[in-house]
C-alpha cells in the first residue's frame, strides 16, 4: 500500500504569516497533485508536479515535487482568510490509482 | 464547459436500505473515481472505471458497487446500509487514468 503522509494535521496562524504543508511518503510517485477543499464541496485542483525537482508558483502559494519524487511541500506566504480550507496532497504511483494523504487542516485568522 | 455533476447533494437513509448515487464527468473525460470521505478516515478510495471498465477497486466489503455507462456517466450503489457508511461520497473524472482529476461537490449520505 502507497501511503502519503501530510503535516502537519491541524494548522492555525495568523493573517500575514507565512506556513509550509508537507507530504511525505516512501514510495515513488509519477506525479503528485495538491487540491483544496471547502466545507461541503468537493477539492479543487491547485497544481501538478510531474518532475523531480519542480518547483510551480500559484500566486502566494509555491509548489515543490522532491529530487527523488517521494515528497512534496506547499509553501504560501502572506496567508489570508480565503485560503482556509483542507489541502490535500494525492499522488499516482505503481498501484496506478491515486492516493490522498490525510490532510491539513488550515485556518487563518483575521 | 460543465464541471463534474454529482446527484443527489443530500441523501438520508435508514439501515438495511440501499442507495444509488450518480456522477456525470467532464464532457469528454471517460475516467470517474469515487472515494468515500469520513472525518477519521480522510479520502478513502473506491474505484475507478474506464471504458465501462472497472479499472480499479479500493478496499471496500461488497455492498459497495458501481458501473460506467457508453456516455461515461457512473453510478454507485451501496446495499444494506450501515451507519458506518454515512459520508461524504465524491466522483472524480479525467481524461484517462491517471491524469489530473476533477471533483464534484459530493453527495452527502447520511444513514440512520
Known amino acids: 500500500t502507497q501511503l502519503l503522509e501530510q503535516s502537519p494535521q491541524f494548522l492555525s496562524i495568523q493573517e500575514g504569516e507565512n506556513l509550509t504543508v508537507y507530504c511525505n511518503s516512501s514510495?515513488?510517485?509519477?506525479?503528485l497533485q495538491w487540491y483544496r477543499q471547502e466545507p461541503g464541496e468537493g477539492p479543487v485542483l491547485l497544481v501538478t508536479v510531474v518532475t523531480g525537482g519542480e518547483v510551480k508558483k500559484l500566486k502566494r502559494l509555491t509548489f515543490q515535487f522532491g529530487d527523488a519524487r517521494k515528497d512534496s511541500s506547499l509553501h504560501i506566504t502572506a496567508a489570508q482568510p480565503g485560503d482556509t480550507g483542507l489541502y490535500l496532497c494525492a499522488g499516482v504511483g505503481s498501484a496506478r490509482q491515486l492516493t490522498f494523504g490525510s490532510g491539513t487542516q488550515l485556518t487563518v485568522l483575521p | 464547459k460543465a464541471g463534474v455533476t454529482q446527484t443527489p447533494r443530500y441523501l438520508i437513509k435508514t439501515r438495511g436500505q440501499q442507495v444509488t448515487l450518480s456522477c456525470s464527468p467532464i464532457?469528454?473525460?471517460?475516467?470517474v473515481s469515487w472515494y468515500q470521505q469520513t472525518p477519521g478516515q480522510g479520502l478513502q478510495f473506491l474505484f475507478e472505471?474506464?471504458?465501462?471498465?472497472?479499472?480499479n477497486k479500493g478496499n471496500f466489503p461488497g455492498r459497495f458497487s458501481g458501473r460506467q455507462f457508453s456516455n461515461s456517466r457512473s453510478e454507485m450503489n451501496v446495499s444494506t446500509l450501515e451507519l458506518g457508511d454515512s459520508a461524504l461520497y465524491l466522483c472524480?473524472?479525467?481524461?484517462?487514468?491517471?491524469?489530473?482529476?476533477?471533483f464534484g461537490q459530493g453527495t452527502r449520505l447520511t444513514v440512520v
Open positions: 472524480a473524472s479525467s481524461l484517462t487514468p491517471n491524469t489530473e482529476a476533477f
Open positions: 472505471y474506464f471504458s465501462e471498465t472497472q479499472r
Open positions: 464532457s469528454g473525460h471517460r475516467s
Open positions: 514510495s515513488v510517485f509519477s506525479s
